[in-house]
């Protein structure tokens, strides 16, 4: 019998006549598919029926739904529910609230409720900065989506967000002990957006922005950083931005070229696009052509999206115009956050000398790694099954533990900047290669390398309103 930890296990749960159905029956499909009964759990007996729960596994992953259908065609037989690993790791959502102290008799309930609690409110009312160390806000974040961009799926309903939202803050907490809690908005007008967010902000240490498409996204979080003094973080753009530019550091390495020398092209002018686009230009590179599209955005060129127009005049210094494997020519790094399958061969033959190649695109890159893995010095992709994973992961739970504890009002580009060079920094000299350019997400060391580089730049720039203990001299 197979191992039932060794492949994919789900549960089906079955309603099967006592008289008209036949056991045997059902395992040999299931057998005849690729599937393997490791358990059978009656759940409950009646007259004529039984309901069951048979846990079954598969070295194949796709097979789930050839299953049931041919289950469903047999007669006695009804599916009630399939269930996996993964379904079943969400019952009841991912996340819960915990009290921090026990409630056992009328004086605790006192002190945390009524009468007593008063004397706290009237602190925070006296002194509103007071919320930071009597509330939840000193270490919670609100992880709010219009669920517009969804991963690969698009536009969504609210509620089928939630999960993706859950995981953010399962994220948060496990890597930086951030409390985060999920909030999926019920509407994608902008305004709507930015109102009810700065309704709810008082509860709220920080705003990690998720989700949102572009071009909305831009507006709401500066119109945010703008209207809160809480710092508005977009994480699709930003957590992007900052572990490429850490990758792209570490990738250079590699290949003995500067920052400042590099030619970039960067296809998929969107959200992710345009703020890697902005990192870099902080970082020293001075040669970005953005590509989408209409092909290579230049200046001399007015668009329909008023943030390609501020990037055809921020980027493409020798306005290069084509396509995209045209203007690909002769370029040091590629960096792909678009579609999939776009590229070919014969464009990367075409870059320069070590050509790197970020190929971001999800869940299937712009190019597959194997294609190239011969003539590209380092490849990257969004992916956890290739090498040098350009995960946002990385990221946000480090750079908000940072800016929950120095209480930055803003998370600005220094910032930034500082969490990309505290991600590089985690790999050392001699680990560098092709092949490890950008540190695991279960690294220990990114989080907290993160938090010091990070609260370090926001009091050099002015923007900590405290000062953690253990930057005190």
């Not at 690729?34 to 029926?49: E, N």
């Not at 994220?171 to 930086?176: I, S, T």
């Not at 809690?181 to 902008?190: A, C, E, K």
């Not at 009002?409 to 900047?417: D, G, Y």
Request: aromatic letters at 6%; a negative charge; hydrophobic letters at 45%.
């Amino acid at each position: 019998m197979m191992n039932p930890l060794s492949g994919k296990s789900f549960i089906l749960r079955v309603e099967m006549d006592k008289v008209g159905m036949k056991f045997a029956e059902m395992a040999t499909a299931i057998s005849e598919l690729g599937g393997d009964i490791v358990a059978i759990d009656v759940i409950s007996t009646y007259q004529t029926t039984t309901i069951r729960d048979i846990t079954v596994t598969t070295v194949k992953t796709n097979i789930i739904d050839l299953i049931v259908n041919e289950l469903e065609k047999m007669e006695g037989l009804k599916i009630v529910n399939v269930s996996d690993r993964t379904f079943l790791l969400h019952l009841g959502g991912k996340i819960e609230i915990k009290s921090k102290n026990a409630i056992q008799n009328r004086d605790d309930l006192s002190r945390v409720y009524t009468p007593e609690v008063s004397r706290v409110c009237m602190a925070i009312q006296n002194d509103p900065q007071k919320a930071y160390s009597l509330t939840i806000k000193r270490n919670t974040v609100a992880v709010v989506t219009d669920s517009s961009a969804v991963l690969g799926l698009g536009k969504i309903h609210p509620h089928a967000s939630m999960p993706v939202m859950e995981g953010k803050a399962m994220l948060f907490k496990e890597l930086a002990d951030v409390d985060a809690f999920p909030v999926s908005l019920s509407t994608n007008d902008t305004e709507k957006i930015i109102e009810t967010i700065k309704h709810i902000a008082p509860t709220f240490g920080g705003i990690n922005l998720e989700d949102i498409a572009s071009p909305r996204c831009f507006e709401i979080e500066e119109r945010l950083k703008q209207e809160l003094d809480i710092p508005v973080f977009h994480d699709d753009q930003h957590g992007t931005a900052v572990v490429l530019y850490a990758a792209l550091i570490n990738a250079l390495k590699t290949v003995n070229k500067k920052l400042s020398d590099v030619k970039v092209v960067i296809c998929g002018i969107g959200a992710a696009g345009v703020a890697c686009s902005k990192m870099l230009m902080a970082g020293g590179v001075k040669e970005i052509i953005g590509v989408d599209r209409e092909g290579a955005l230049v200046k001399s060129k007015t668009y329909d999206q008023p943030v390609w127009n501020w990037y055809a005049q921020h980027s493409n210094p020798n306005e290069n115009e084509g396509s995209l494997s045209e203007v690909l020519k002769g370029a040091d790094v590629f960096i792909g956050v678009s579609t999939a399958n776009i590229l070919k061969r014969e464009d990367i033959e075409r870059m320069a000398t070590d050509p790197i190649v970020f190929a971001m695109a999800n869940p299937v890159p712009e190019i597959m790694p194997e294609e190239i893995e011969d003539i590209a010095a380092v490849i990257a992709t969004g992916r956890s099954d290739f090498p040098n994973q350009i995960n946002n992961v990385l990221c946000f739970p480090g750079i908000f533990r940072a800016a929950l504890d120095c209480r930055a009002s803003t998370i600005n580009e220094e910032m930034k900047l500082a969490a990309a060079e505290a991600i590089a920094g985690v790999i050392s000299e001699e680990e560098v290669s092709k092949h490890y350019i950008i540190p695991s997400v279960f690294n220990k060391k990114v989080v907290k390398s993160i938090r010091l580089k990070v609260i370090q730049a926001a009091i050099d720039t002015g923007v900590a309103r405290r000062i953690p203990r253990d930057f005190r001299s």
